[in-house]
């Protein structure tokens, strides 16, 4: 492997392992798994779930959503509102695929009702205190309504709730974690108990708590997709240790300041995103790895990446490791958010 410009590493059999503990965990809850694949986005990557025995999964986008469809995936969720501007492409997938989208109002379901060529499945968008988007939990006389139109729709079948608890990312410690994801699942049983003349499904899930839960009471299909990849954020959230993050940024150094502690790589805010976390005062954009032939080491201790403008990145290097690196060299950085780095780098991407 030549690298002359900033890459993205995924390792393989780390990936597998990921996939595996979660798939164990949804069969051991006897959930239905249903990954999302915004985070890889990969039809590669895609094929070790397929190997795992996946066989339905969860896109963000229309686009994601043919690109796997035309990479033989059969059963596609996408989670994202509905966009009725894309009906054309809608209609092309509805046609070829088992497709499940997500309503959040009248408009929505009535502008489907009247363009749909084919069946779709329909989740009604749930918001269980994230507030990003969705209906609130509370307000069943709307959902009522939705269910209704939906219901006298020969073209959509009402298949359930879906909700994404995203404020799990904003938790400072492994309880908050737990305690926010059993608040949503205490929120989407009451819903299903209400509306059990549906036998609505419960979908329900994010990378933090089906990573750390061992409570899904209530719940029918789970839908993590960083957990694939993990990243710093997860490490720092306690969903995943350091050894489970299975992609780095490979960048070679085109500066070094030894007086500094300073390191400058190409490899900026268009590779890594400019996502941080801040630790002990200090923003981190990335942690500082030493690259060998099938995979990286640990981190090093206190090297982090530091700065980062467009296609520059400035590295802390501490006395102890400041020697070893050369211009020229490549040096290896865990991402703050893989998906991000992910997204960015597709077309720059090497499997090891």
């Excluded at 959040?104 to 499945?121: A, G, Q, R």
């Excluded at 009522?144 to 009402?158: P, T």
């Excluded at 899904?216 to 990243?231: A, L």
Aim: hydrophobic share 35%; proline share 2%; charged share 20%.
């Amino acid at each position: 492997m030549k690298v002359i410009k900033p890459t993205f590493l995924i390792n393989k059999d780390q990936c597998r392992k990921n996939i595996a503990k979660i798939s164990s965990k949804a069969q051991k809850y006897k959930l239905q798994f249903r990954p999302h694949f915004k985070t890889h986005q990969s039809a590669e990557i895609g094929k070790l779930y397929s190997e795992a025995g996946i066989t339905k999964i969860t896109v963000s986008s229309i686009d994601m959503a043919m690109y796997f469809m035309n990479n033989g995936w059969q059963d596609i969720t996408i989670a994202f509102p509905v966009n009725v501007l894309e009906i054309d492409v809608i209609n092309t997938m509805a046609k070829n695929i088992r497709l499940n989208l997500l309503v959040l109002d009248e408009h929505s379901i009535t502008f489907l009702d009247e363009n749909l060529k084919s069946n779709v499945n329909i989740f009604i968008k749930i918001d269980t205190g994230y507030h990003r988007s969705g209906i609130d939990y509370q307000n069943t006389s709307k959902i009522d309504e939705l269910i209704s139109l939906i219901s006298d729709s020969e073209k959509m079948n009402f298949n359930g709730f879906l909700t994404h608890a995203g404020h799990t990312y904003n938790a400072t410690s492994v309880d908050e974690i737990l305690n926010i994801h059993d608040q949503t699942i205490c929120r989407m049983k009451k819903l299903k108990s209400h509306f059990n003349i549906h036998n609505p499904m419960i979908s329900t899930g994010n990378t933090p708590s089906c990573s750390l839960s061992e409570n899904f009471e209530g719940v029918d299909e789970i839908r993590p997709g960083n957990f694939v990849y993990y990243d710093l954020t997860q490490n720092y959230l306690g969903s995943c240790s350091e050894d489970e993050i299975s992609v780095a940024l490979a960048c070679p150094i085109v500066d070094i300041n030894a007086e500094r502690n300073e390191v400058i790589i190409y490899g900026g805010g268009v590779h890594l995103s400019k996502e941080y976390l801040e630790i002990d005062g200090d923003k981190i954009f990335g942690k500082v790895v030493i690259l060998k032939d099938c995979g990286w080491s640990n981190s090093l201790d206190n090297c982090f990446v530091k700065k980062l403008s467009q296609e520059h990145g400035t590295l802390h290097i501490t006395d102890e490791y400041i020697d070893i690196f050369n211009i020229g060299d490549i040096i290896g950085i865990l991402p703050i958010h893989s998906c991000m780095t992910a997204n960015l780098l597709k077309e720059n991407t090497v499997i090891i």
